[in-house]
């Protein structure tokens, strides 16, 4: 393995050319909130009843304490394999190799996750303005893998605009249906006339704490990829000033816009015990949030943004993954044309070409070797990648930790509580989202993770084998 720096690894000549709005369309898109208020509150509500916007709003306050610790890191050491660059300044590169490769594959899952949606939003609305006749999910998907692949070959800010046009104007009208259903709901109009807000931020008598952390756990899952910024680094102006400060602004945002939405689905669908059946059993919170209060035309343009939604999050997942891809490269194998930039300087193009093959190449195993339907794909991969992140996740945290520890110039050696909980957090949030082993397929995900885990340390480990078996013909006495 070849010497890293101290201060992580070496550059090469990025150009730089995203400003700060640019940085804010990738993190937001990574995170993908209309996809993720589409698919991910059902969980949580199976645990913790009418209480959502409650989980999102603590799951909030528990991600901006690692967010912290990505936003002091990319301060300190900012570098284009984000969790890879962080943990090798801090913890040397064989343990930043183990956490760049966990990052490389939850962002290769999200990939995965991001073109699996727009085939699964794609295939509805075919389904519903054509349901005679209409291309199959797979083939949608296949289309979805294409727009991405073109868009991340670009130069980086081109795709930096297309992710805040996807995605800043779905959330815009997330945003507003939402306000529009408290305020008509709040009048009078909901099904249950007017329920008190306080209702949906207090526990009610026999709520377990068990209970609350298992949903919390979902929340928290619901902000991953906000990150993917950090790998954007180097192509962006004052990366030390920029990247923390959307880090930061990210969580924040995310987390007042998860409260408002989460509200109005809950006050939208009903608080009693049918409104909450029907609200974990929807396949499409918004869609069908916008059908009920403003019609079939309202339910379908969001199905629509979900679908923008989808690209714009796979479009996120395969930037990072390239960058960080080409940072492992350019310090193990620094003569690699994964290791090279093309576009004007401005663009891995190699490692994004690599990335995509291998995104469409997984879809299409989970799909024909395994048997996987329509949805499988997404689910299958999503908790891949949520797992891989976690691992990822809990190596930056303890770097973060160690950074604090080891500075001699800091007065406040509090703030190591703050990697300190994140840390806690991450790992009560893996624990339960590996004990009890589930059966079928979600019972096997946690050793493929594990697998894919120690790929390096067993390369590590044969690398260090030959390094010191003799030359041939030469004897070990």
Not at 94 to 108: E, I, P, S, T
Not at 297 to 324: N, Q
Not at 395 to 408: E, I, Q, Y
Request: aromatic share 10%.
């Amino acid at each position: 393995m070849s010497k890293v720096s101290q201060k992580g690894p070496h550059r090469t000549s990025f150009l730089q050319r995203l400003g700060v709005r640019d940085a804010i369309g990738v993190s937001v898109a990574g995170m993908g909130p209309t996809l993720a208020m589409n698919l991910n509150p059902q969980e949580p509500s199976q645990h913790v009843g009418r209480l959502i916007p409650l989980i999102f709003l603590l799951s909030a306050f528990l991600v901006m304490m690692v967010a912290w610790c990505f936003a002091r890191l990319s301060r300190l050491h900012p570098n284009a394999g984000s969790a890879f660059g962080f943990v090798t300044a801090v913890m040397g590169p064989r343990v930043g190799v183990m956490a760049g490769w966990a990052m490389l594959g939850a962002y290769l899952c999200f990939g995965m996750v991001g073109i699996s949606g727009f085939g699964l939003f794609r295939g509805d609305l075919a389904e519903k303005f054509h349901p005679a006749h209409h291309p199959s999910i797979f083939f949608f998907t296949l289309v979805g893998a294409l727009m991405v692949g073109v868009l991340a070959i670009t130069a980086a800010r081109r795709a930096a605009v297309a992710l805040i046009i996807l995605e800043g104007l779905a959330v815009v009208i997330m945003i507003s249906l939402s306000v529009a259903v408290i305020w008509r709901v709040l009048h009078g109009h909901g099904p249950q006339g007017d329920p008190p807000l306080i209702d949906l931020f207090i526990p009610t008598r026999g709520l377990t704490s068990s209970s609350i952390a298992l949903a919390l756990s979902f929340g928290f899952l619901s902000f991953a990829g906000f990150e993917e910024v950090a790998t954007m680094a180097e192509e962006v102006k004052s990366p030390t000033f920029t990247i923390p400060r959307v880090l930061l602004g990210t969580v924040i945002g995310g987390g007042v816009v998860y409260t408002l939405v989460t509200t109005a689905q809950v006050l939208g669908f009903g608080t009693d015990q049918a409104g909450m059946a029907r609200f974990a059993a929807s396949h499409s919170l918004l869609g069908d949030l916008g059908g009920i209060y403003f019609g079939k035309w309202c339910g379908d343009l969001l199905d629509i943004l979900a679908t923008f939604s989808a690209l714009g999050c796979g479009l996120a997942s395969v930037m990072g993954a390239s960058r960080v891809l080409f940072a492992m490269m350019r310090e193990l194998a620094p003569t690699s044309r994964l290791a090279r930039l093309s576009a004007g300087g401005s663009s891995p193009v190699i490692a994004s070409l690599c990335v995509i093959v291998t995104i469409i190449a997984g879809y299409a195993a989970m799909r024909l070797v395994f048997h996987g339907n329509g949805s499988d794909p997404f689910f299958w991969a999503s908790t891949i990648g949520v797992l891989a992140l976690l691992g990822a996740y809990l190596l930056v945290v303890l770097s973060a930790g160690v950074s604090v520890f080891r500075d001699p110039l800091s007065k406040k050696r509090w703030m190591i509580l703050i990697p300190a909980i994140a840390a806690a957090v991450i790992g009560y949030t893996l624990w339960v989202n590996i004990y009890p082993l589930q059966k079928g397929v979600y019972g096997i995900i946690p050793f493929i993770v594990l697998g894919w885990s120690l790929l390096p340390v067993l390369w590590m480990g044969l690398r260090h084998f030959a390094q010191v078996l003799p030359p041939q013909g030469q004897s070990l006495s």
